[in-house]
Nanobody, 126 residues
Framework: EEQLVESGGGLVQAGGSLRLSCVAS????????IGWFRQAPGKEREAVSL????????YYADSVKGRFRTSGDNAKNTVYLLMNKVKPEDSAVYYC???????????????????WGQGTHVTVSS
């Protein structure tokens, strides 16, 4: 079962930056793309970004395009989510997951694989 570990969340002021990390097993990183998702209180979990480890391609939800950037470090089996110019509406629990399918780009819809981890909390103060 694919399970990844997220870290890096915290409290940040609006307009600031935060970098999240997602550590995967070696086989997961090799076999799957890695997606970031988030879930705010009372809302459904939504896809935020996708990093395609095989070729480095990246995809983003419209709500974060131009502000967030995802990247990967093959040597560390780690995928990052750099959050810039954060807004209060970015506050959520952020999860990463192995992704088996990219269903659509707009809206960004991904098919996650395996169980969800504990996530990492991001709170943006106004």
């Amino acid at each position: 079962e694919e399970q990844l570990v997220e870290s890096g969340g915290g409290l940040v002021q609006a307009g600031g930056s935060l970098r999240l990390s997602c550590v995967a097993s070696g086989s997961t990183f090799d076999d799957y793309s890695i997606g970031w998702f988030r879930q705010a209180p009372g809302k459904e979990r939504e896809a935020v970004s996708l990093f395609v480890s095989s070729d480095g391609s990246t995809y983003y939800a419209d709500s974060v395009k131009g502000r967030f950037r995802t990247s990967g470090d093959n040597a560390k089996n780690t995928v990052y989510l750099l959050m810039n110019k954060v807004k209060p509406e970015d506050s959520a629990v952020y999860y990463c997951a192995a992704v088996s399918q990219l269903l659509s780009l707009t809206p960004l819809k991904l098919v996650p694989v395996g169980s969800w981890g504990q996530g990492t909390h991001v709170t943006v103060s106004s």
